[in-house]
Nanobody
Framework: QVRLVESGGDLVQPGGSLRLSCAAS????????MDWYRQAPGKDREFVAR???????NYGDSVKGRFTISRDYAKNTVYLQMNSLKPEDTAVYYC????????WGKGTLVTVSS
């Protein structure tokens, strides 16, 4: 089994920044993609960012230019640096890892409000 623990969610004012982390532990043999998704109240889960095993990166259109995904391969940890936050970024942010199977974390809440 693989365990994912997200952290870093908080209440932040519009225009502020946050850094989320997701650490993978357990029976990890090989991690391929590490992704961030988010789900706002009453909305479907939305793709935010992906970093592949070889460092390829993709972003959802709504976060391009504001969010940056990175990865520490030695620590099996993925990060999401979020800048210029907007109220519409308010959501629970989930980490997803593709290994021998697909694993999801339990999420961390980001609230952007004045």
């Amino acid at each position: 089994q693989v365990r994912l623990v997200e952290s870093g969610g908080d209440l932040v004012q519009p225009g502020g920044s946050l850094r989320l982390s997701c650490a993978a532990s357990g029976s990890i043999f090989s991690i391929n993609d590490m992704d961030w998704y988010r789900q706002a109240p009453g909305k479907d889960r939305e793709f935010v960012a992906r970093i592949t095993r070889v460092g390829g990166i993709n972003y959802g259109d709504s976060v391009k230019g504001r969010f940056t995904i990175s990865r520490d391969y030695a620590k099996n940890t993925v990060y999401l640096q979020m800048n210029s936050l907007k109220p519409e970024d308010t959501a629970v942010y989930y980490c997803k890892v593709e290994s021998s199977a697909t694993y999801w974390g339990k999420g961390t809440l980001v609230t952007v409000s004045s």
